[in-house]
């Protein structure tokens, strides 16, 4: 089995259904930078984590990634592979320019990687979620200083989702 039949099976056994999946493969077709990473037991694809470039309102240049989704393998959850996604995922996006990601998510969960509220750096959600959802971290040391407005995720969101 290919890795993307294995990221699409993996991302709707997590979801329950197949809007993730197609998410992936609408970002993966035309997201640049597009990054896409995987965990692995032996040759089987059991966890993926998708990044694309967002946009904000006041700010053209701003090199920010979305982070969504993350999926694993239910048999395979609570085990540390979502945050050893997400640890590896940060390392990627830096590393092909990103300076900040935004992530919509449990604040619990994302906090753990330094994420803090989006509010606190100035920025909103396009999507209608309670502020403690909306977070974000700055791979650079000021990168989302003077950068404010609301973020606006890939057209495929809005597509698939």
């Keep these: 089995m290919n890795d993307l039949v294995q990221i699409r099976d993996v991302n709707r056994a997590a979801f329950g259904s197949s809007a993730e999946a197609g998410l992936v493969d609408a970002l993966r077709t035309h997201a640049r930078p597009f990054v896409s990473m995987v965990a692995t037991d032996g040759d089987d694809i059991i966890g993926h984590i998708a990044f694309s470039p967002v946009t904000v309102s006041s700010s053209a240049t701003a090199a920010i990634a979305g982070l969504a989704p993350v999926a694993v393998l239910p048999s395979y959850?609570?085990?540390?592979?979502?945050?050893?996604?997400?640890?590896?995922?940060?390392?990627?996006?830096?590393?092909?320019?990103?300076?900040?990601?935004?992530?919509?998510?449990?604040?619990?969960?994302?906090?753990?990687?330094?994420?803090?509220?989006?509010?606190?750096?100035?920025?909103?959600?396009?999507?209608?979620?309670?502020?403690?959802?909306?977070?974000?971290?700055?791979?650079?040391?000021?990168?989302?200083?003077?950068?404010?407005?609301?973020?606006?995720?890939?057209?495929?969101?809005a597509d698939t989702l």
């Design 77 to 157: 959850q609570r085990r540390g592979i979502g945050s050893a996604l997400v640890h590896a995922g940060l390392e990627r996006c830096a590393e092909v320019g990103f300076s900040a990601v935004v992530v919509l998510g449990h604040p619990t969960f994302y906090q753990r990687f330094g994420f803090a509220p989006a509010s606190t750096f100035g920025l909103r959600s396009t999507y209608d979620v309670p502020v403690d959802v909306f977070m974000a971290l700055e791979l650079v040391d000021g990168a989302l200083q003077g950068t404010s407005g609301v973020v606006h995720y890939d057209p495929a969101f």
